[in-house]
């Protein structure tokens, strides 16, 4: 549910397509009708928050998806962790991803720098790559 916090705190919008739990949701700061989710049905969604639909759904992972990221000043940068022990980049203009990123172990979390040229991954193993 999307809801306008600023004026009555209405509910403008509902966003429903995943098939399991959504485990995180970023908006965009350059587009803020475009929200991003990652979910336990092992895939992504991108979403038009104003017309409350699935504009994409990203679905190359072979596991939970725990987290995702986008890039602030690289508009169609997306970044995903999977509990099928990659990281993945994408570019949200396709349904495909950019580049996998091998871990040993689960992802549970990642994050791009402003520039959009770093990815960190973080996992189970402890270790930030």
Do not use: F
Request: glycine share 8%.
């Amino acid at each position: 549910m999307l809801w306008d916090v600023y004026g009555d705190n209405l509910n403008y919008n509902v966003l429903s397509g995943h098939k399991s739990a959504v485990l995180e949701v970023k908006w965009r700061k350059k587009d803020p009708s475009n929200i991003i989710s990652c979910s336990a049905d092992k895939t992504l969604g991108v979403w038009d928050s104003n017309k409350g639909r699935c504009i994409r759904k990203l679905t190359q992972h072979n596991g939970i998806v725990n987290t995702c990221a986008i890039g602030d000043n690289v508009p169609n940068l997306i970044v995903s962790g999977s509990d099928d022990n990659t990281a993945r980049l994408w570019d949200d203009r396709s349904k495909w991803q950019v580049a996998v990123m091998p871990h040993t172990y689960q992802v549970t979390s990642v994050a791009v720098d402003s520039e959009g040229e770093t990815v960190y991954t973080g996992g189970i193993d402890n270790i930030i790559r």
